[in-house]
């Protein structure tokens, strides 16, 4: 199948999240897909698999044109999407799974045997001879589910497969057959569209890969033009600083934040000291432990081990109430999900943890909260300046810049603010109003703070220093001022060790 969209937008109310995308995957090509988080691949793939319908543009499937697709038109087409959290059902059999809503029947019972010598033959065309058809898929391990995944699309005469994200959770002889298979399916003529963040695996993969920023697709290249400096230049776009630089930190004053031998779950240990005013930036790929880091300093993780200080003094922060107590404050990568209240109002979001301390004898002060809002709304070009509108209802930057006001704002008490992913998503008017609050923060209040990026040009924008993560570690550690955003790309990768699947020969 060939594949192509021409002119893709997607708005959300005033967010961009596609401008304008352009893209063509011919038969039999791998082609690999790049870009930080926010860039708008998820958009583009949602597209493709009918569960977005774009704002304008076309999307062209063997010579047939679509304005939009739903999911049944998307499959019907000969699409399939293999998203990173797979979608197998996992107390089901593999049989049930290959042959879920096609089921063959006879007399209105279904065909169980049919299915059993069908989902052999499907599993074969994979190289999955192994896998036992009435093994409950739950029971089976990753690799051998993502398997399962891509044998049902190609039982279902799958085209266009777009995997995403395909060996983020495979091991390293998982990621090789993966990569065989790859290469097999598009020597069978199937196109397909690999969303990765591993320069190796493009390299060893991929007969064309496109960047996206912001929205737009802004680099497209095949054959020898692919090679890790290009990938490099078109990944960091080298825009020169969104806000000026951070004021200097106070080295002299004692640490504000510390972190010592902090262990957990696939993490560290790892040693942290921030200065009063010091940003410090936690870069390293998808994966890294970045998260994982904060989340466990959040107490949103267990800590097996380590000491927090906060001021010096020893924090639990075994909790995100004991953590908040503690001065820690933790905006997570994912707002929608994990951070604000949609439904109700970007005041209520703004003062819901100063609440208690702006009222007394156990009630509000809704004239206290308006006033705490106000300011850090006009702080921080919140727009529009609704205190009643629900949160759900503003852009992208502005539910962000609710988010952060609920801890800069100046009823709150953090002393140290950790910040995932602070800009995905968020246009650049937007971006340059957080950096602005984030650095005046840290210089006007003297907090630590921390933010976790797998985006060059942020850690460049944002921070002092820069620690680099992999596997759970801080592997390295970099001065903002004598470093680039090309320097930090290929630091994580090259600590990341993504050779994962190149024992297989360059090139197709």
């Given at each position: 199948?060939?594949?192509?969209?021409?002119?893709?937008?997607?708005?959300?109310?005033?967010?961009?999240?596609?401008?304008?995308?352009?893209?063509?995957?011919?038969?039999?090509?791998?082609?690999?897909?790049?870009?930080?988080?926010?860039?708008?691949?998820?958009?583009?793939?949602?597209?493709?698999?009918?569960?977005?319908?774009?704002?304008s543009g076309s999307i062209e499937l063997d010579g047939q044109s679509y304005d939009r697709l739903s999911p049944r038109e998307s499959i019907a087409?000969?699409?399939?999407?293999?998203?990173?959290?797979?979608?197998?059902?996992?107390?089901?059999?593999?049989?049930?799974?290959?042959?879920?809503?096609?089921?063959?029947?006879?007399?209105?019972?279904?065909?169980?045997?049919?299915?059993?010598?069908?989902?052999?033959?499907?599993?074969?065309?994979?190289?999955?001879?192994?896998?036992?058809?009435?093994?409950?898929?739950?029971?089976?391990?990753?690799?051998?589910?993502?398997?399962?995944?891509?044998?049902?699309?190609?039982?279902?005469?799958?085209?266009?497969?777009?995997?995403?994200?395909?060996?983020?959770?495979?091991?390293?002889?998982?990621?090789?057959?993966?990569?065989?298979?790859?290469?097999?399916?598009?020597?069978?003529?199937?196109?397909?569209?690999?969303?990765?963040?591993?320069?190796?695996?493009?390299?060893?993969?991929?007969?064309?890969a496109t960047v996206m920023r912001n929205g737009r697709s802004v680099w497209t290249a095949r054959g020898s033009d692919i090679t890790r400096e290009?990938?490099?230049?078109?990944?960091?776009?080298?825009?020169?600083?969104?806000?000026?630089?951070?004021?200097?930190?106070?080295?002299?004053?004692?640490?504000?934040?510390?972190?010592?031998?902090?262990?957990?779950?696939?993490?560290?240990?790892?040693?942290?000291?921030v200065q009063p005013g010091e940003i410090v930036v936690c870069y390293g790929l998808i994966g890294s432990g970045r998260t994982r880091f904060f989340?466990?300093?959040?107490?949103?993780?267990?800590?097996?081990?380590?000491?927090?200080?906060?001021?010096?003094?020893?924090?639990?922060?075994?909790?995100?109430?004991?953590?908040?107590?503690?001065?820690?404050?933790?905006?997570?990568?994912?707002?929608?999900?994990?951070?604000?209240?949609?439904?109700?109002?970007?005041?209520?979001?703004?003062?819901?943890?100063?609440?208690?301390?702006?009222?007394?004898?156990?009630?509000?002060?809704?004239?206290?909260?308006?006033?705490?809002?106000?300011?850090?709304?006009?702080?921080?070009?919140?727009?529009?300046?609704?205190?009643?509108?629900?949160?759900?209802?503003?852009?992208?930057?502005?539910?962000?810049?609710?988010?952060?006001?609920?801890?800069?704002?100046?009823?709150?008490?953090?002393?140290?603010?950790?910040?995932?992913?602070?800009?995905?998503?968020?246009?650049?008017?937007?971006?340059?109003?957080?950096?602005?609050?984030?650095?005046?923060?840290?210089?006007?209040?003297?907090?630590?703070?921390?933010?976790?990026?797998?985006?060059?040009?942020?850690?460049?924008?944002?921070?002092?220093?820069?620690?680099?993560?992999?596997?759970?570690?801080?592997?390295?550690?970099?001065?903002?001022?004598?470093?680039?955003?090309?320097?930090?790309?290929?630091?994580?990768?090259?600590?990341?060790?993504?050779?994962?699947?190149?024992?297989?020969?360059?090139?197709?």
């Amino acid at each position: 199948m060939s594949a192509s969209v021409s002119n893709l937008t997607k708005r959300y109310g005033m967010t961009l999240a596609l401008d304008d995308v352009t893209l063509d995957i011919p038969d039999g090509e791998v082609h690999a897909l790049l870009g930080h988080n926010g860039a708008g691949k998820s958009t583009l793939i949602k597209c493709l698999g009918g569960g977005v319908s774009p704002t304008s543009g076309s999307i062209e499937l063997d010579g047939q044109s679509y304005d939009r697709l739903s999911p049944r038109e998307s499959i019907a087409a000969g699409v399939a999407v293999i998203y990173q959290h797979l979608s197998v059902v996992d107390n089901l059999t593999v049989a049930e799974n290959l042959f879920i809503g096609q089921e063959h029947t006879r007399a209105g019972f279904i065909r169980r045997g049919l299915h059993r010598e069908r989902a052999r033959e499907a599993l074969a065309t994979v190289g999955a001879h192994g896998i036992d058809p009435d093994m409950k898929v739950g029971a089976l391990p990753v690799g051998q589910r993502q398997l399962v995944e891509i044998a049902k699309a190609l039982q279902r005469d799958a085209r266009l497969l777009i995997l995403d994200e395909p060996t983020a959770a495979l091991s390293r002889d998982e990621a090789a057959n993966l990569g065989e298979l790859v290469r097999d399916l598009a020597g069978r003529g199937i196109a397909i569209l690999y969303v990765t963040h591993l320069l190796g695996e493009v390299l060893t993969l991929a007969d064309a890969a496109t960047v996206m920023r912001n929205g737009r697709s802004v680099w497209t290249a095949r054959g020898s033009d692919i090679t890790r400096e290009s990938l490099v230049a078109a990944i960091s776009d080298g825009h020169g600083a969104v806000s000026d630089p951070p004021a200097p930190p106070r080295s002299d004053a004692a640490p504000a934040f510390e972190v010592e031998g902090l262990e957990g779950p696939g993490l560290g240990p790892i040693d942290l000291r921030v200065q009063p005013g010091e940003i410090v930036v936690c870069y390293g790929l998808i994966g890294s432990g970045r998260t994982r880091f904060f989340n466990t300093l959040f107490g949103r993780m267990p800590r097996t081990a380590g000491v927090v200080r906060v001021d010096g003094v020893p924090k639990a922060a075994s909790s995100p109430s004991s953590a908040i107590r503690a001065g820690i404050a933790l905006v997570p990568g994912d707002r929608a999900r994990e951070g604000l209240f949609g439904a109700l109002p970007a005041q209520d979001n703004t003062v819901v943890v100063a609440m208690r301390r702006l009222g007394g004898a156990g009630f509000r002060s809704l004239k206290a909260e308006r006033a705490v809002f106000d300011r850090v709304g006009a702080w921080l070009g919140l727009t529009p300046m609704s205190a009643e509108l629900p949160a759900g209802r503003f852009s992208g930057g502005n539910q962000q810049k609710i988010l952060l006001g609920r801890w800069v704002n100046d009823a709150s008490q953090t002393r140290v603010l950790l910040l995932d992913d602070p800009t995905q998503g968020v246009d650049v008017g937007a971006r340059k109003d957080i950096y602005d609050a984030i650095k005046q923060l840290a210089a006007e209040r003297g907090a630590a703070v921390v933010v976790a990026t797998n985006d060059p040009d942020e850690a460049i924008d944002l921070g002092h220093r820069c620690l680099i993560f992999a596997r759970g570690r801080v592997v390295d550690e970099l001065v903002i001022a004598d470093t680039s955003a090309d320097a930090l790309l290929s630091a994580a990768h090259d600590t990341a060790k993504d050779t994962r699947i190149l024992n297989l020969p360059e090139g197709r």
